[in-house]
């Protein structure tokens, strides 16, 4: 059946991942199409499941939109429980007319959406999906020979970047919302405990945080990004991972306030705003990725990698996770993680490769882990950085990539701030030691308050020894899928 949705009575609004109220094209389109439109939260297992800083921004989020709605006449409805079953109540509830939401790329989501939207449109209900986490979506970026998707980023960038005319502004501001007079429901509570996360540190949430976060950063980080990007001890990249993974900010707005920024700089200092963008791009390839690969949600993106051995027991993972592996940049990366809910872009590859490549770890251990503690855990990106650093990806670069953590650690907080902050183990050791306190004579050991094995671990493994190992695993595989 075919339903006219033009001058519905009222819409629902399902908010999934897109806790603002501006540049928010369902919640707009639905303001468009009828008279009354109720925007709807559902609170589910994915909710109550989702990691502590995770929460903690969706609830950030939810405060701020529920404000927002009120200032604008309007209002947020809460319900909790399974999505189908609260969907179909809501509609009864309200006589809506359909569903608007935004689509997912997650393969597990669109299957849910799929079997919703068939019942919402067998009860004779309209159900519309609209493009709004991503630029563009898995099907309009493709190649020109043969109308595939990329599997390669540098070639998906040169053709995105070649259709970014295409890519509309903002939406008009929304300034009135019109509800219908049902009961709003009740906020939920935190409900994953804390354990070492320090919530005065953690990233912060909501639609208007999420725009100042974007206004300071081009004001006063963009130009400098390209440099600044690789410094974890330095606050050089945007911070914005949780508002565009909670969808309190927009990627339209995002997108062309970076455009403005970068049309009004010059020469060399265009730099910055273009390795930004990059990022952006990377973030958009992933979701086209997930959506179109969906077997990389279980396995491999290549599946001969499937075959791999993971060969190590589960008490390096442990000490992986508890930041105490005696690999000073992987340490202090994963206590940064355990107490902040975010992890800078540099040690995020640095301990996937240390994981999966130095400890032979699973990368889905990794991967589950880093979902189970980030605030920004997005399925499309985590999955896309662990197999790229996994070498189990679509990666330009070879499995052979493997990341020597000491030399890392050199080139990328080369005084050792970043590893001072979150090791005070280590704060007194001299820089001339700090990526590799193990080398440290005792009499510098005992000066320094860190004996190695006693207030510092000795080092779980040999890397050289374990890069070898690496190599000798993925060249079985590799050799295995050639002569097949
Ligand atoms: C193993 C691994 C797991 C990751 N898991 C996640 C995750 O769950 N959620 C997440 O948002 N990011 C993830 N990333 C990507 C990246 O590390 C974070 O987006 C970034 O560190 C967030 O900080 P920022 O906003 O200051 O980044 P900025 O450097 O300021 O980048 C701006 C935005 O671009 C996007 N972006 C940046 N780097 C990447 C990248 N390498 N790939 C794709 N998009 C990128 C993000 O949306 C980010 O907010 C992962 C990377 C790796 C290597």
Redesign the pocket.
Known sequence: MKLNIRNADTLIVWIRRELRVQDHLALWSALEDARTVAPLYIIDGAFRTASRPRQLVILDGLEELKAALHSLGGRLFLRTGEPEAVIHAMLRETGAAGVYCTNESQPELRCRDQQIRSSVEAAGKLWKEFKDRTLFDEREILSKSRSEPFTVFTAYKNAWTSRQEEIPPPLPFITHVRVPDITPGEMPAVSVPAGIFREQVRPVGGEREGVRALKR?LRNGVDG?HEE?DRPGNDG?????????SGSLGIRTAYHALAEASAQARGLARQGPEA?LD??I??E??HQILANFPHVAEGAFKPAFDRLDWPTDRSYAEAWQNGSTGYPIVDAAMRQLNTEG????RC??I??SFLTKDLHVDWRV??GY??RM?A????A??N???Q??AGTGNDAQPWFRIFNPTLQSKKCDPEGAYLRRYVPELARVPAKYIHEPWTMPPSVQAEAGCRIGREYPTPIVDHARERARTLELYANVVSGARSR
Do not use: I, K, P, Q
């Open positions: 950063f990004y990007r990249t945007s911070r914005l991972s949780h508002h565009l993974a930004f990022e952006l990377w973030r390839f992933y975010w992890m800078h872009n995020r590859m301990v996937a990794g991967e880093f979902m980030l920004d855990g997005d399925v990106l985590n896309g950085g662990w790229w650093s």
